[in-house]
């Protein structure tokens, strides 16, 4: 089974930046179509952004023009790269793999344990 690793989460003031790690381990990344979901209190879990094994990328209308997500395979690691946070980023974000290029999470049957991230001044 894989397993899921993400770091980077953190405090940033409004208009400030993160990147988030999703280190895939006992698999190889291009094995998977990925993507990174978020859950703030009391909601659903969210779709965020997915990157395909072809390297196809869908983003959530929220984050697009903000955030890029990606690749490296020599690492074995997915990136979240969130560019001017808005309070309403503020939530739980996960890292998923499944076999499918999906909005959807139960399409991912993999989930790390996720990190937060905190968008406030």
């Known amino acids: 089974q894989v397993q899921l690793v993400e770091s980077g989460g953190g405090l940033v003031q409004p208009g400030g930046s993160l990147r988030l790690s999703c280190v895939v381990s006992?698999?190889?990344?291009?094995?998977?179509?990925m993507a990174w979901f978020r859950q703030a209190p009391g909601k659903e879990r969210a779709f965020v952004a997915a990157i395909s094994q072809s390297e196809d990328t869908y983003y959530a209308d929220s984050v697009k023009g903000r955030f890029t997500i990606a690749r490296d395979y020599a690492k074995n690691t997915v990136y979240l790269q969130m560019d001017r946070l808005k309070p309403e980023d503020t939530a739980v974000y996960y890292c998923a793999s499944g076999d499918n290029f999906s909005i959807y999470p139960y399409d991912y049957s993999d989930w790390g344990q996720g990190t937060q991230v905190t968008v406030s001044s």
């Open positions: 006992r698999r190889a990344l291009s094995s998977y179509d």
